[in-house]
């Protein structure tokens, strides 16, 4: 049993400690991100992109993700675990996204689920919240509706979108929702969503004034390459770094330097 809830995330609005969320994929490095404090795993469909090499998050499937979510918890000790139930998964069907959630929460190990959209997939937010599982919305720049918008820039610039999007983040919270993410909109629409709703709101791209911050691993530690958009920090570079430590393996291997006399039996 995770020692950070729902619960836990709602005090931290309360008291104004920021969340921290980070995407997860695989073992390993859900065992370091979990010592290290982070307090939520997100085993996000973006898995689709940076672990399977899709242009889009819509190809990976809910076996995929139960994949995914196994190998996370496995690792974690105390964060919560919140994954992303994929595309055809649950829009426009609640008996559908039921099923789905109950294989992520019963065969995977997911604390919590994340559904993309508003006042259109409420039916199977409350049908979820019903059965018992936790749900985090998601609104502003939705990766599973590319194809409707046509590209990944920001959201909700214009105040017709915004007034659109204050409603389904209200309609949301009243199906019941724990939390939100935003993603790509204005740091002032940010804003007024954090003080609007009750729940707490996690930002990527949505500014500072949210409470708190998602990102995916990948981009943190510098793994993706050409992804650079504004509201991105890296934290490390390790695409050069994994490079130079492979090119000097390759070059040991081939000057006989690796291994050693002592590295040998
Ligand atoms: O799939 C994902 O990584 C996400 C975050 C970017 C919020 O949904
Ligand atoms: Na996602």
């Known amino acids: 049993f995770p020692k950070i809830t729902s619960k836990v995330l ?129 609104l502003g720049l939705t990766p599973q509706s590319i194809y409707k918008f046509g590209s990944y820039a920001i959201r909700a610039k214009e105040e017709n979108e915004a007034n659109v999007l204050l409603s389904n983040a209200q309609a949301l919270q009243d199906a019941g929702c724990f939390a939100i993410v935003l993603e790509k909109i204005p740091a002032t629409l940010g804003k007024k969503v954090t003080e609007m709703l009750q729940i707490p709101v996690i930002g990527i791209g949505a500014g500072k004034h949210v409470d708190g911050q998602v990102l995916v691993m990948h981009d943190l530690l510098g793994i993706s390459k050409d992804f650079a958009p504004r509201f991105l920090r890296r934290y490390l570079d390790l695409y050069s770094q994994i490079t130079n430590a492979t090119t000097a393996y390759v070059s040991d291997v081939k000057s006989r330097k690796f291994p050693s006399d002592k590295e040998q039996y």
């Open 10 to 138: 709602q005090d931290m609005k309360t008291t104004g400690e920021k969340i921290s969320m980070l995407t997860a994929y695989d073992f390993s490095m859900a065992r370091i991100f979990d010592e290290a404090g982070v307090d939520v795993l997100l085993v996000g469909d973006s898995a689709a992109n940076v672990m399977a090499g899709y242009d889009t998050t819509l190809p990976i499937t809910l076996d995929h993700m139960i994949y995914h979510t196994q190998s996370v918890s496995r690792a974690v000790k105390r964060a919560m675990i919140i994954t992303d139930l994929p595309f055809g998964t649950y829009q426009g069907d609640s008996k559908q996204a039921l099923n789905s959630g109950v294989r992520l929460m019963k065969e995977a190990g997911a604390h919590a689920l994340k559904l993309e959209g508003g006042k259109e997939i409420t039916d199977s937010v409350s049908r979820l919240i019903q059965a018992g599982i936790p749900v985090m919305g998601h």
